[in-house]
């Protein structure tokens, strides 16, 4: 599926809905549920269905009223990704990062409460990163973040770099791990199923002269998992993401102790010519 944009609505409707500066409104029949409702409805379905499912149509449908009335709440369904995507964001804002621990064991906090996040939200992966929503929610959780690496010692510049850094690995992976767990119940065909179908060719045809690193690496156990595991792909990318995070923060942590404290974020002189 195509990703959804937040901020796609009415940029100043949004921004007064999701910092609460809107009045509610006098005209319309009178309401008998609230915005938190509506959004809390949206919200349930995704997780249920998936973002496809969300609809001004299916909101109204969950909560028992008439689509039209659903836009006495909110005007449609840009400005409601929006409250929806900065409202799963107050979760995190809940479950705040450690503030104890070495610099190692507090950017391991972020990412994991990142990763629990979108397992938690799978559809929130399937909205576009390249615009924020700008609601209260999400720039808590950013400004807690940018507390962590700002403390590190590094350059602004780099601070804010180590923070997307880690979360642009972890969406990453996190998406993978959403497809691979959706994969049977979009295709209605299992991980050992759709494996069966095509191992009897795929054996023939990958020759060792072919793929000799892969033949090799096959036969010293690279790509083994546990024989009872149900959905091999699955697990393969989980275990993944736990060696990626690790080497991740190794980096990190190199970095920290070599030359990244000593950069700072003067911009470069020209050089007289």
């Not at 609505?9 to 008998?32: I, N, T, Y």
């Not at 950017?107 to 938690?120: I, K, M």
């Amino acid at each position: 599926m195509s990703p959804e944009y937040s901020g796609r609505g009415d940029a100043v409707r949004s921004m007064e809905l999701l910092w609460g500066r809107a009045a509610p409104g006098s005209r319309g029949p009178k309401q008998g549920t609230d915005l938190e409702a509506v959004v809390r409805a949206a919200i349930d379905l995704a997780d249920a269905e998936g973002l496809e499912a969300v609809s001004m149509r299916r909101v109204a449908e969950r909560l028992g009223l008439g689509t039209m009335s659903l836009y006495t709440y909110v005007p449609g369904k840009g400005e409601l990704l929006d409250l929806m995507l900065d409202t799963v964001h107050g979760e995190r804002v809940d479950e705040p990062i450690p503030a104890v621990g070495s610099p190692r064991e507090q950017l391991e906090s972020v990412a994991r409460s990142q990763w629990t996040f979108h397992q938690r939200h799978p559809w929130t992966l399937y909205i576009a990163s390249g615009r924020a929503v700008l609601g209260p929610n999400e720039l808590d959780v950013y400004e807690a973040a940018l507390a962590v690496a700002s403390g590190l010692g590094v350059s602004a510049r780099d601070a804010v770099a180590i923070v997307d850094s880690i979360g642009l690995f972890v969406r990453g992976v996190a998406r993978d791990a959403a497809e691979a767990e959706g994969a049977e119940r979009v295709t209605g065909q299992s991980e050992v199923e759709w494996w069966t179908e095509r191992d009897r060719i795929l054996t023939a045809k990958m020759t060792d002269e072919r793929y000799p690193t892969l033949g090799r690496l096959d036969a010293e156990g690279g790509f083994a998992v546990p024989d009872d595991t149900p959905n091999y792909n699955l697990k393969f990318i989980l275990d993944d993401f736990e060696f990626g995070l690790q080497r991740l923060l190794d980096g990190i942590e190199a970095y920290l102790k070599g030359a990244g404290k000593r950069r700072t974020s003067q911009p470069r002189r020209r050089p007289p010519s």
